[in-house]
C-alpha cells in the first residue's frame, strides 16, 4: 500500500518549490498579466535549462526519461506559484501526444527539440462558443492540407507546432501542423491575461496524421484523460496556495478587537477550503496512480480528480477574495490572480459539467465490478 | 504508487481472511438483511456476545492489544488490515465499539495494573461491556460545561446529576464517567475521572426514544450513588486532560458514516424510472451523483493515503480529519436524492429495501451530522487544530464554574 510519492518525488517537489519562489514565479504572473504579455520568456527558458520539459522524454531523446509522477509533483509546483509558461500545452499535451501517437520519424524529429526549447508545441480544439464534441468539429483535413479556424488555443503565439484536430475524411483526425505561412495566428483576450490564448486560421496547413485515421476523438480523449490529471496537481497547488494566503490574512486581520481568524463565519468557510482541497488532494493522488500505471480505470480516475480538484481551486480562490473583504477585490492584492487562473483551469480541458457527465458515462461503461470499489 | 501489500502484509491479511472464513458469512452470501436479528434486540445482543468471544478466543478482538490483556501486539496497519477483511463479513456490530474504543484506551492508560488484568480481557471478550457517560442536558458541544457532583466521602465518592446521550447503558456493565468535585474553580479545573459500575444502586436508566424510532441512546440519572476512590482515573481535578484523551479516540471510533453511498445512488438511478426513462439519464442527477462519487473516493483515497503513512512507520496527516463531516452530510443528500426520486410515493414507508436504506440514512443521517462532534465543533476543530486558527473568545475564560453564565 503506497499512495504518496517517493522520497525522490518529493526532493524534485521540494526543489522546484524553492527554485519557483526564489525566481518569483508569483509576482511574474502579475506582471504578464500587467502587461499582456502572454508568457514570461525569461522564466521559461529557466525552466528549459532546469530540464522539466524533458521528464517524461525519453533518454535516447535527450529527455530525462522519468515518470509522470515526476511530471505531476512539478504540476503542483506551477500551479501553486501560477508560472507564467506554455509548460501545459507542451508537455502536458503536445509531448504526450507525440510520444503516444508520432511514428518514429516525428518522434526524432521533434522530441530534442521538445527537451532543449526549440520546439513548443499545443493543441487546438475548440471552434465555437460551445462545447467541442466529434459532430461540431469543421475544420478540414483535405490530401494533409489543413483549413478552419480554431480559438482559445493555449500558448499558440509562441508555439512552433500544433496538434489540430480536424474533420477528416474518415472522421476525426489528429494533425500536426508547423506553425508557418499558412497559419494566421491572433491573441484573444481571456479571463487570465497571465496565460497567452489565440485563434488561429488555418489556409490549407500542410500536416501530417498521427494515430489512425478516423479514430482522432477517441484519442483525444485519452490525451485529455491524461492532462485532465496533470491539471488537477495544477489546480491543488493553487488551491493549497490560496488556503494559505486566506488563512494568513484570517490570522492577522483584525475587525472588533478580534482576529477575524477566530469567528465561526470565516473558521467554517476555511475548514470546507481545508475539506475540498484536501478530497481534491486524494483524488489527484488516485489519477497520478492511474495515470502512471496505465490504468483501465484512468477514464474515471482522470474525472474523478478533474471534477473535484476544479471544484477545490474554484471554491478556495472565489472564498479567498471574500476573507480578504475589500482587500480581496484590489488588483494590487493577489487574490484576483488565483480567481483567474482558477476559472481558468477549470475550463482548458472542458468544464466541470463535462467532466461529471465523463464520470457518470465512465461509471455506465465500466463492469460493476470496477464501479463498486470500496476499501 | 500502488495498493498493493507488502508481503508481510498481505500474508497477515490472508491469515485475517482465513479465520473470518471459517467462522462467519460474507456480506454478498446473506440472503436475509438481518441474520442475527433486528439490532437492539436481545437475539442480537447475544449474537454479538458470541461473536466478540469468538475473536478473543482467536486474539482478534483487540489485536492491538499487549498479549497479557489477550491481545496479538499487532501494528496500527495490521488493525486496519483486519478492519478491512472484517468488513467483508456479516457479523452484528454496534454493541462494543464505544466500550473497546474509547473505555479501552483510557483504562489502559490510567488503571493500576491489577485494574487492567481484571477488566481489560472480559472487556476484550464482550463478557463486559462498557459504556461512556460524558454529554449531559446542559452539556453538549461544550462538554466541560457538565455538572454532575462529586462529593468525596471516605474512600468513595458521592455522585449526583443525570447523563445523557449514553449509548447501550440499558445492557452495560461498567462506564467511564466524568464529574465536577469543585465548582469554585476554572471550569476545566474542577472535573475527575472514574470508572462506575453500572449495577450501582442508585443509577437509573431511561431510554430516548430517537426520532428514527429506535432507542440506542439512553438518559442516564446519578441519585447518591458512591464509587470507591480507588476507580478514579488519573488525578483528582484531571478530569478534563483524560477526558480528552478519550474523546480523541471517540472520533477515530466514529469514523465514516455508514449507509448508502454514491454506488447505491447510482444503481438506484439505473433502475427507477424518470418520466419513461431511467432516472439516470436526468442531467441533474448525473451531476448530483458524480459530486458524491467524487466525495466517496475522495475519502476512500484520504483513508488510503493515511494507511500508507502508517505503512512507511509515518505519522499520518491531519487529513482524516475531514471524515466525518463530509461522510454524513453526503449520506443525508443522498437519502434526500432516493426518497425524492419516487415523487409523491416517496413519503410512504415500503418494505422496498432500496427505499428503506434511503428513509434509514434520510432520518440517520440527522443524528451522525451530531454524534460525535457536530459538523460545526469538527470544522472549529479543523480551522484550530490543522490551519492554526485563533480559539473564539470565551465569556467562561477565567471564571469558576459557579459564576459561568448558564442561561437559565
Not at chain 1, 476559472?343 to 458515462?361: M, R, Y
Not at chain 2, 471517540?250 to 432516472?279: C, I, M, S, Y
Not at chain 2, 505503512?311 to 425524492?340: C, H, M, R, W, Y
Amino acid at each position: 500500500m503506497n499512495l504518496d510519492f517517493s522520497d525522490d518525488q518529493k526532493f524534485l517537489q521540494s526543489e522546484a518549490q524553492k527554485f519557483l519562489e526564489k525566481e518569483q514565479s508569483l509576482q511574474r504572473s502579475r506582471s504578464v498579466l500587467d502587461a499582456q504579455q502572454a508568457l514570461d520568456i525569461d522564466l521559461w527558458q529557466k525552466i528549459i535549462a532546469m530540464g522539466w520539459t524533458g521528464i517524461r522524454i525519453p533518454e535516447q531523446y535527450d529527455g530525462l526519461g522519468l515518470g509522470h509522477l515526476e511530471l505531476c509533483v512539478i504540476a503542483e509546483e506551477l500551479g501553486r506559484s501560477l508560472a507564467p509558461v506554455p509548460f501545459s500545452s507542451s508537455v502536458y499535451l503536445f509531448t504526450e501526444a507525440i510520444i503516444k501517437f508520432a511514428s518514429n520519424e516525428i518522434k526524432q524529429d521533434l522530441l530534442p527539440k521538445l527537451v532543449n526549447g526549440e520546439c513548443i508545441g499545443t493543441v487546438a480544439i475548440t471552434e465555437q462558443l460551445l462545447a467541442p464534441t466529434a459532430q461540431n468539429i469543421n475544420t478540414t483535413a483535405v490530401n494533409n492540407a489543413v483549413s478552419g479556424t480554431k480559438i482559445a488555443v493555449p500558448d499558440a503565439g509562441i508555439a512552433t507546432h500544433v496538434i489540430v484536430v480536424c474533420n477528416g475524411e474518415t472522421g476525426i483526425e489528429l494533425r500536426l501542423v508547423e506553425l508557418g505561412d499558412e497559419c494566421s495566428i491572433q491573441k484573444q483576450d481571456t479571463i487570465d491575461d497571465s496565460r497567452g490564448h489565440f485563434s488561429i486560421d488555418f489556409n490549407n496547413a500542410s500536416s501530417q496524421l498521427l494515430g489512425d485515421q478516423g479514430e482522432g476523438w477517441t484519442l483525444l480523449q485519452n490525451l485529455l484523460d491524461q492532462a485532465a490529471v496533470m491539471f488537477s496537481f495544477e489546480q491543488i497547488g493553487g488551491a493549497q496556495a490560496a488556503l494559505d494566503m486566506a488563512t494568513s490574512y484570517a490570522q492577522q486581520r483584525f475587525a472588533f478587537g478580534r482576529a477575524i481568524g477566530s469567528y465561526q463565519a470565516i473558521k467554517h468557510k476555511l475548514a470546507d477550503m481545508y475539506i475540498k482541497l484536501t478530497l481534491a488532494k486524494s483524488n489527484s493522488y488516485y489519477g497520478a496512480w492511474a495515470l502512471s500505471t496505465e490504468s483501465v480505470e484512468l477514464n474515471v480516475a482522470a474525472a474523478t480528480a478533474r471534477v473535484s480538484a476544479t471544484q477545490a481551486f474554484d471554491y478556495c480562490s472565489q472564498e479567498n477574495i471574500q476573507t480578504h473583504g475589500g482587500n480581496g477585490f484590489t488588483w494590487e492584492y493577489d487574490c484576483h490572480l488565483f480567481y483567474r487562473r482558477a476559472k481558468l483551469l477549470s475550463l482548458n480541458v472542458g468544464s466541470l459539467a463535462t467532466w461529471k457527465e465523463k464520470l457518470i458515462h465512465g461509471l455506465e461503461k465500466a463492469q460493476p465490478a470496477n464501479v463498486n470499489q470500496g476499501v | 504508487m500502488n495498493f498493493n501489500d507488502s508481503e508481510q502484509q498481505a500474508q497477515f491479511r490472508a491469515k485475517c481472511s482465513a479465520w473470518l472464513q471459517d467462522n462467519a458469512q460474507l456480506k454478498t452470501q446473506v440472503v436475509n438483511h438481518n441474520p442475527h436479528g433486528e439490532p437492539g434486540s436481545q437475539d442480537f445482543l447475544d449474537a454479538a456476545r458470541s461473536w466478540q468471544k469468538k475473536k478473543f478466543d482467536a486474539g482478534w478482538a483487540m489485536l492491538h492489544w499487549p498479549k497479557i490483556y489477550g491481545g496479538l501486539e499487532a501494528s496500527p496497519l495490521e488493525r486496519i488490515i483486519w478492519g478491512q477483511e472484517e468488513v467483508k463479513f456479516n457479523v452484528p456490530q454496534g454493541i462494543y465499539e464505544i466500550g473497546l474504543g474509547m473505555a479501552g484506551p483510557v483504562m489502559m492508560q490510567y488503571a493500576t495494573e491489577q485494574q487492567k488484568q481484571r477488566y481489560l480481557p472480559p472487556m476484550a471478550a464482550g463478557e463486559e461491556i462498557w459504556c461512556q457517560l460524558f454529554s449531559e442536558p446542559s452539556a453538549g458541544s461544550d462538554v466541560a460545561g457538565l455538572r454532575s457532583k462529586a462529593v468525596q466521602d471516605g474512600d468513595d465518592w458521592i455522585i449526583n446529576g443525570q447523563k445523557v446521550w449514553t449509548s447501550g447503558a440499558q445492557f452495560c456493565d461498567y462506564g467511564i464517567i466524568v464529574v465536577r468535585h469543585d465548582p469554585n474553580v476554572d471550569k476545566h479545573a474542577g472535573m475527575t475521572f472514574f470508572f462506575v459500575d453500572m449495577k450501582s444502586s442508585g443509577i437509573d436508566i431511561k431510554p430516548i426514544k430517537q426520532i428514527t424510532g429506535g432507542s440506542s441512546f439512553n438518559e442516564v440519572y446519578f441519585n447518591d450513588v458512591r464509587i470507591p476512590d480507588s476507580q478514579r482515573l488519573g488525578a483528582i481535578g484531571d478530569g478534563w486532560r483524560v477526558a480528552i484523551t478519550t474523546l480523541m479516540n471517540e472520533r477515530l471510533a466514529v469514523g465514516d458514516a455508514k449507509g448508502v453511498d454514491a454506488t447505491e445512488a447510482f444503481e438506484w438511478a439505473q433502475g427507477q424510472d424518470d418520466h419513461g426513462q431511467a432516472l439516470i439519464q436526468n442531467r441533474a442527477v448525473r451531476e448530483s451523483i458524480a459530486d458524491w462519487y467524487c466525495q466517496a473516493s475522495g475519502l476512500r483515497n484520504t483513508k488510503l493515503r493515511t494507511m500508507s503513512a502508517l505503512s512507511k512507520g509515518d505519522t499520518p496527516g491531519p487529513e482524516a480529519s475531514i471524515t466525518k463531516v463530509v461522510s454524513a452530510n453526503k449520506l443525508q443528500a443522498i437519502g434526500n436524492f432516493g426518497i425524492d426520486s419516487l415523487d409523491m410515493a416517496g413519503m410512504l414507508k415500503t418494505e422496498l429495501s432500496d427505499v428503506h436504506d434511503f428513509h434509514n440514512a434520510w432520518l440517520g443521517s440527522a443524528g451522525l451530522r451530531i454524534a460525535g462532534g457536530t459538523d460545526e465543533i469538527l470544522k472549529n476543530i479543523i480551522a484550530e487544530r490543522v490551519l492554526g486558527l485563533p480559539q473564539d473568545p470565551r465569556a467562561d475564560k477565567g471564571l469558576a464554574f459557579k459564576d459561568i453564565p448558564s442561561g437559565r
